[in-house]
């Protein structure tokens, strides 16, 4: 294809042309070196240079096929006169890093960033699959505001175990209970680890690499659909090609990111996560998210849009179906719809077809009402993730009531306390352990600065000799996040976290903690003096590693409902380099 003639009289001026359209020394070294590869002159001719920013690794499981989409990708690029230059970046796999790839996750975000703003590119497509890849790339282009398009790698195919099907992360919390309460033996364990991730993708249950690829389409930075096609299905790599061609029109068009991210977008996708029966993770992501981009959004908001919102997916971990059958049956589209029809969606925000998500979504078709439900015989009522507030939380923790036990939203205990990760592992299957079901389980030390990297361990392991009882809930609450995965009656991203002075860090052994998520409400229930008695003892800890990045983290990291950005990062800055001067 001939590519189309550099800047119309309405055509932006390109950051590229900065380096590759110089007649001097500094342009013979810039074009003459990207030509090592075979790169003929004519594609130096002013054209669109597309980065497609990779996060390809083989330590991030989820995100290995990602060398074929680049390929389609800049099949793409190539067919609309754009010339596509493929970057890596740090990839973060959720399975493997330690302590927690969320630790890492700003760290990326800022390699994004520098990647992005110091070379010669007009438009971005980001390459998004495991958990933590969607929003450090995201955060890291806000912070550029190019052109840019997100490309999620799509789910795995469905777990098959023994003739059922069986969710990643989902069943892997049941069966390792199972395990620990001996209803299964260690050969059908592993068994299931053979069976649960057979094909490319990502987690294929609505966890949080599921999640926010819905995010990435409901924001808008998405091509529609991008949300739940199999990663091994051709349509994801049709979708990867369109994606491409797509971003180099973009940059003709000169329509940034933050045309796309506006308060409207993040709305939309406040409302959609409900509707999904979204990850809890979301929630920290999008503020970040949308600091970088310079849209304000709190935690608060989160309250407010999800009020009203039900839950239409059947999926794990809330429901029974995964993300093959989502696709199946309809996929985001038909969610968008329904929220649409109900007053649900801010229908004019524009998306980066160049079309209103109303106008991509308002003929979507559901195959399934099995699967995705209409809003007015929704899966779950009322199910927008709560806000709580209270002495225990000041500045928030929030709770997923889709995946909680409707009997223990209101509910009074008695705390049983774990100072810290080491000593919830040390003494939860210690059958002397004073604890039955109506308890409390706290869990301190888990957040931004205390863990370090906020884990996601809130869905504590319930204590074997209750899961014996038959007991498969109990409340449970720390500053800790929880895998989109999991489930269950679990308080999280308590702020002020344990670490950094907040009350959870005062709770003890047998204080009384008042849960009523109705009313928004969870307090310690100690008077005012013994709180004060307590913190005037109280020791900050020390940071984990005084070095490198960690210190850099330890120093700067917000708090969960800020996102748990460092704190120098919010804000947009735009694509301008520093000391542009030759
Ligand atoms: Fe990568 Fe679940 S481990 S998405």
């Given at each position: 294809m001939k590519p189309k003639k550099l800047r119309s009289s309405k055509q932006p001026t390109l950051r590229s042309v900065k380096w590759f359209g110089r007649q001097d020394i500094y342009g013979f070294i810039y074009r003459s070196w990207v030509k090592n590869?075979?790169?003929?002159?004519?594609?130096?001719?002013g054209r669109p240079v597309i980065g497609i920013c990779n996060t390809y690794s083989e330590l991030t499981p989820c995100n290995t096929h990602f060398r074929t989409i680049a390929e389609h990708v800049k099949a793409g690029i190539l067919e609309a006169g754009g010339f596509p230059l493929e970057f890596p970046v740090m990839s973060l796999g959720e399975t493997l890093m330690r302590p927690t790839a969320m630790l890492y996750r700003n760290l990326a975000s800022m390699d994004v960033e520098e990647s992005i703003r110091a070379n010669p590119l007009d438009g971005v497509v980001l390459l998004v699959g495991c958990d933590k890849t969607t929003p450090a790339l995201l955060m890291g282009a806000a912070s550029v505001d190019l052109p840019t398009v997100a490309v999620s790698g799509g789910p795995m195919l469905s777990g098959k175990y023994r003739g059922t099907d069986i969710g990643s992360g989902t069943n892997v919390w049941s069966m390792s209970e199972d395990l620990r309460a001996g209803k299964i033996t260690p050969d059908e364990f592993h068994e299931a680890e053979s069976c649960m991730h057979r094909s490319h993708g990502h987690c294929m249950t609505m966890g949080t690499a599921s999640t926010m690829a819905s995010m990435v389409e409901a924001l808008g930075v998405g091509m529609p659909g991008n949300a739940a096609i199999p990663a091994v299905d051709a349509r994801r790599y049709v979708l990867a090609r369109m994606a491409g061609r797509r971003v180099v029109e973009m940059v003709r068009e000169d329509l940034r990111l933050s045309k796309i991210l506006t308060k409207k977008s993040f709305e939309n996708a406040i409302r959609a996560n409900a509707a999904i029966g979204g990850s809890t993770n979301a929630v920290i992501h999008l503020i970040a998210i949308a600091g970088r981009i310079g849209v304000e959004l709190s935690i608060d908001d989160w309250d407010r849009l999800g009020r009203g919102v039900h839950t239409l997916l059947d999926l794990m971990p809330s429901g029974k179906y995964l993300m093959e059958d989502f696709y199946y049956a309809g996929g985001l589209p038909a969610v968008l719809r329904e929220l649409g029809r109900n007053n649900k969606l801010h229908k004019d925000a524009l998306t980066v077809n160049g079309k209103s998500i109303w106008e991509n979504n308002k003929r979507a078709p559901c195959w399934n009402r099995d699967v995705i439900h209409s809003f007015d015989k929704p899966f779950k009522k009322n199910t927008g993730i709560a806000v709580l507030r209270g002495n225990l939380c000041p500045g928030g923790a929030i709770i997923k009531p889709s995946a909680a036990t409707p009997k223990l939203m209101k509910h009074k205990g008695r705390a049983v306390v774990f100072e810290n990760i080491e000593d919830l592992h040390k003494r939860v299957d210690d059958p002397k352990l004073d604890i039955d079901e109506r308890c409390i389980m706290v869990l301190k030390n888990c957040g931004p600065k205390g863990y370090p990297g906020m884990a996601e361990v809130g869905n504590m392991p319930l204590p074997s000799k209750l899961l014996k009882k038959g007991i498969t809930d109990m409340v449970r609450i720390s500053d800790a996040r929880m895998s989109g995965t999991a489930y269950g009656t679990v308080v999280l991203h308590a702020v002020p976290e344990a670490a950094a002075g907040g009350t959870l860090a005062l709770v003890q052994n047998g204080d009384i903690i008042e849960l009523d998520v109705a009313k928004r409400r969870l307090e310690l229930l100690i008077s005012e003096d013994e709180l004060a008695r307590r913190r005037k003892k109280w020791k900050a800890p020390k940071p984990p590693l005084e070095r490198g990045y960690w210190k850099l983290y330890f120093d700067h990291v917000l708090q969960a409902d800020q996102g748990a950005d460092l704190d120098f990062l919010v804000g947009k800055s735009g694509p301008l380099v520093p000391r542009d001067n030759h």
């Open positions: 590869r075979g790169v003929p002159h004519d594609q130096f001719d």
